[in-house]
């Protein structure tokens, strides 16, 4: 049975906001009473290996804080390795973009709340999953916060085995989301090509 108390000390979080994403316009519906089709799992999305929602285990769906933020996500998947292109791109300039290469999107702005998120931007957080969760992870605590966000990013199309497991305690515990940084946000912020930056604030790259 889902709890979310089995791991202690962690106070779930409730998101309230607009958020953003980048939909496949062949899956859209646009019609008020048919606006939650949007969302529902899948056998493509089951099937699919995703960050905190690993292949034939769960369906992922992945928003963004900010239209930027999306926009990056989206030129990432899109091929583009334009490392520049993201700090003028607009909703408008990546949806003619990956039209030429026959990838149909619309942009999506939902308003909504949400209980029972889980903070993994939290360092707190990630040590509790790490040692009361699946790993059940003895090691010392670090001693900067970003040493637990750094285990957690990995390049990778879909995450790694880490994120892997987390997502999948999350799930299992009850947790209807999790938040995390835009992995692609920090490798267009790195100093180089496919360099990925860890800053001390997430503020703008969730």
Not at 11 to 23: A, E, I, M, S
Request: aromatic residues 14%; charged residues 20%.
């Amino acid at each position: 049975m889902s709890d979310l108390s089995q791991i202690p000390g962690i106070t779930p979080t409730k998101l309230t906001g607009t958020f953003y994403r980048f939909h496949k316009a062949r899956y859209f519906h646009p019609y008020r009473n048919r606006f939650f089709k949007n969302f529902i799992d899948t056998r493509g999305n089951f099937e699919a290996q995703a960050r905190f929602a690993p292949a034939h285990s769960q369906c992922g769906y992945y928003f963004a804080k900010t239209e930027a933020i999306a926009s990056a996500e989206a030129l990432f998947y899109g091929g583009c390795r334009e490392w520049n292109a993201v700090l003028e791109a607009t909703p408008a300039k990546v949806l003619s973009k990956l039209r030429l290469q026959s990838d149909e999107r619309v942009f999506l702005g939902v308003t909504m709340d949400v209980d029972g998120v889980v903070d993994f931007t939290d360092s707190q957080t990630v040590d509790r999953f790490l040692r009361h969760g699946t790993i059940k992870w003895k090691g010392q605590p670090y001693e900067f916060h970003v040493q637990y966000l750094a285990r957690l990013l990995s390049e990778d199309r879909g995450g790694n085995e880490l994120t892997d497991i987390l997502g999948t305690d999350a799930k299992a515990l009850g947790y209807s989301g999790v938040i995390f940084p835009s992995v692609r946000a920090l490798m267009y912020a790195g100093p180089s090509q496919r360099n990925v930056v860890i800053r001390q604030s997430l503020e703008h790259i969730v």
